[in-house]
């Protein structure tokens, strides 16, 4: 079966890693700065801390918003639920916005036509890999100083993201505070993790107490017992990565780019070999975008059908993610997403990764002209 997924870990982890487990040092110490150390070079950010998962990340995003119980965050509801849960976890409201269908990403125009004076927040994903349109995000964000008096909030869930760029930039170091995922089939993986990226100083100071219960490891000591901490001022979470993963992290790192060439060479090809056939549309990135093809998705007519044909051809295709705002606990927010609705039937992700070569590629095209 050619999947949608693969775990890729580099030949060097396994001895690293056994040589972490045997230090005497397996939780959070050298190694989780010296992975954070390589992420800020690979980046050229210096504002990112490690976490135990892109979950957590968005949690503690959240909740460094200092909202209030009747504050709404708007978001999209075509996501993991990963998204959405941080929002409920901290006692806050949902609003769901319609998606651009030409992206699946979130329609920023409905965006703007759901913002009111209770807004206080916006929770995206880039969906696939492939970036929302940032500059218009800012425009709406001074759109709402001008109407409301204060400036929306952004929290970027980039978990389909890492490498992804925007105007030469990678995303997650445009100034939003951004969560990435390294958990096993992503990218990049630590076996299990995830990033947060911060805006400022200020704002990564109080991340990196509050992911380990508000305490500052530097000044653990609270008196006549090193073990004792100092008073916590802000309670805190355990949130915080350890050295068998960072260590893992560690080992993948350096072949990220080499795996992002291959996936988007992937994609190209699938963008010139699909795009004349009838029955199938190709999304459209947003301007000078450069996607990580996370996903590769694409609409395409009869969708069910087609899932079971590529299952009888031993091909992997999904949606992936289904729409959180169908869900039981989140039923008191269901509002009418009519692009939405419409996308559903017809989107569907195929094999794009590292370890597609070019004859799946060319035996993947040929099923879809088949079918």
């Given at each position: 079966?050619?999947?949608?997924?693969?775990?890729?870990?580099?030949?060097?982890?396994?001895?690293?890693?056994?040589?972490?487990?045997?230090?005497?040092?397996?939780?959070?110490?050298?190694?989780?700065?010296?992975?954070?150390?390589?992420?800020?070079?690979?980046?050229?950010?210096?504002?990112?801390?490690?976490?135990?998962?892109?979950?957590?990340?968005?949690?503690?995003?959240?909740?460094?918003?200092?909202?209030?119980?009747?504050?709404?965050?708007?978001?999209?509801?075509?996501?993991?639920?990963?998204?959405?849960?941080?929002?409920?976890?901290?006692?806050?409201?949902?609003?769901?916005?319609?998606?651009?269908?030409?992206?699946?990403?979130?329609?920023?125009?409905?965006?703007?036509?759901?913002?009111?004076?209770?807004?206080?927040?916006?929770?995206?994903?880039?969906?696939?890999?492939?970036?929302?349109?940032?500059?218009?995000?800012?425009?709406?964000?001074?759109?709402?100083?001008?109407?409301?008096?204060?400036?929306?909030?952004?929290?970027?869930?980039?978990?389909?993201?890492?490498?992804?760029?925007y105007y030469g930039k990678k995303i997650g170091t445009h100034g939003n505070t951004c969560v990435f995922?390294?958990?096993?089939?992503?990218?990049?993986?630590?076996?299990?993790?995830?990033?947060?990226?911060?805006?400022?100083?200020?704002?990564?100071?109080?991340?990196?107490?509050?992911?380990?219960?508000?305490?500052?490891?530097?000044?653990?000591s609270g008196g006549k017992d090193f073990r004792m901490e100092n008073d916590v001022k802000e309670w805190?979470?355990?949130?915080?990565?350890?050295?068998?993963?960072?260590?893992?992290?560690?080992?993948?790192?350096?072949?990220?780019?080499?795996?992002?060439?291959?996936?988007?060479?992937?994609?190209?090809?699938?963008?010139?070999?699909?795009?004349?056939?009838?029955?199938?549309?190709?999304?459209?990135?947003?301007?000078?975008?450069?996607?990580?093809?996370?996903?590769?998705?694409?609409?395409?007519?009869?969708?069910?059908?087609?899932?079971?044909?590529?299952?009888?051809?031993?091909?992997?295709?999904?949606?992936?993610?289904?729409?959180?705002?169908?869900?039981?606990?989140?039923?008191?927010?269901?509002?009418?997403?009519?692009?939405?609705?419409?996308?559903?039937?017809?989107?569907?992700?195929?094999?794009?990764?590292?370890?597609?070569?070019?004859?799946?590629?060319?035996?993947?095209?040929?099923?879809?002209?088949?079918?």
């Amino acid at each position: 079966m050619l999947s949608l997924f693969k775990v890729f870990m580099s030949k060097e982890s396994g001895d690293e890693v056994s040589k972490t487990l045997s230090s005497g040092m397996i939780t959070q110490s050298s190694k989780v700065e010296e992975f954070e150390l390589r992420l800020k070079e690979w980046f050229n950010y210096p504002y990112i801390l490690t976490l135990n998962s892109a979950t957590s990340g968005l949690t503690l995003a959240v909740r460094m918003l200092n909202l209030n119980s009747d504050d709404e965050i708007l978001s999209t509801a075509l996501t993991c639920t990963a998204t959405n849960w941080p929002i409920l976890s901290n006692g806050l409201k949902i609003k769901w916005v319609d998606v651009n269908p030409n992206t699946c990403n979130m329609n920023l125009d409905d965006l703007k036509n759901k913002i009111t004076s209770k807004t206080k927040a916006v929770v995206f994903v880039h969906w696939g890999g492939s970036p929302i349109d940032l500059n218009k995000l800012k425009e709406i964000q001074d759109y709402t100083l001008k109407k409301f008096g204060f400036k929306l909030q952004v929290i970027e869930d980039c978990a389909h993201a890492f490498g992804a760029e925007y105007y030469g930039k990678k995303i997650g170091t445009h100034g939003n505070t951004c969560v990435f995922s390294l958990q096993a089939i992503k990218h990049l993986t630590t076996g299990d993790g995830g990033l947060i990226f911060l805006p400022d100083k200020k704002s990564y100071d109080r991340a990196k107490l509050l992911r380990w219960f508000g305490i500052d490891r530097n000044k653990r000591s609270g008196g006549k017992d090193f073990r004792m901490e100092n008073d916590v001022k802000e309670w805190g979470y355990k949130f915080h990565m350890n050295d068998i993963n960072a260590t893992i992290g560690l080992c993948n790192l350096p072949y990220i780019e080499k795996n992002l060439e291959r996936i988007r060479y992937n994609a190209k090809f699938y963008d010139n070999k699909l795009k004349n056939i009838k029955g199938v549309k190709l999304l459209k990135n947003t301007e000078k975008s450069l996607s990580a093809y996370w996903l590769y998705t694409i609409k395409i007519e009869s969708k069910y059908d087609f899932i079971n044909f590529m299952k009888e051809k031993n091909v992997m295709v999904s949606q992936v993610h289904n729409r959180n705002d169908l869900h039981s606990c989140v039923k008191e927010y269901k509002c009418n997403l009519p692009i939405l609705d419409e996308l559903e039937k017809e989107i569907i992700c195929l094999p794009c990764g590292w370890w597609i070569t070019d004859g799946d590629l060319e035996y993947i095209v040929n099923c879809i002209k088949e079918f």
